[in-house]
């Protein structure tokens, strides 16, 4: 029986049609047209901070980010598909605290409310969410 001197490496690529990607939302929208941004930080506040501080020209887009939502670097990302998957609460209680949670933050202006998932998609095309847990 002979002994192969080399062995040769099986193919791993399939070629597959290729579907068109839509793009994650339109350029065109802005912040405010979403959804108002809800935080307790004051960009008024971070400006006197900065400048104070002597480091207002290299840190100058923090109020501005603070108000209009922060550039990461996902600008042109887009997905393909909507990704919402169900939260893990391990009981009712779990689940009751959180919703009376968000309920609380939003009366209070501390956070924004929750969209249908049909109007976010039609503002801002595909779209992931992350699910929420209780750990104690």
């Known amino acids: ?5 080399h062995q040769e490496h099986a193919c791993t690529a399939t070629p597959a049609a290729f579907v068109a990607i839509l793009t994650m939302g339109p350029p065109n929208v802005l912040p405010k047209d ?3 941004i809800v935080t307790r930080l004051k960009p008024a506040a971070w400006e006197l901070a900065l400048k104070n501080a002597s480091i207002w020209e290299e ?15 996902l600008e042109n990302f887009t997905l393909a598909t909507t990704f919402t998957p169900e ?8 689940e009751e605290f959180v919703i009376s949670k968000y309920i609380d933050e939003i009366k209070l202006g501390r956070m924004s409310p929750r969209y249908e998932p049909n109007t976010l998609f039609s503002l801002i095309s595909h779209y992931h969410t992350a699910p929420l847990a209780v750990i104690e």
């Open 59 to 73: 840190f100058n887009d923090i109020p501005k980010g603070l108000q209009e939502g922060f550039l990461c670097g």
């Open 34 to 36: 979403i959804f108002p």
């Open 1 to 5: 029986m002979a002994v192969a001197s």
């Open 87 to 94: 939260n893990h609460f391990t009981s009712k209680e779990d």
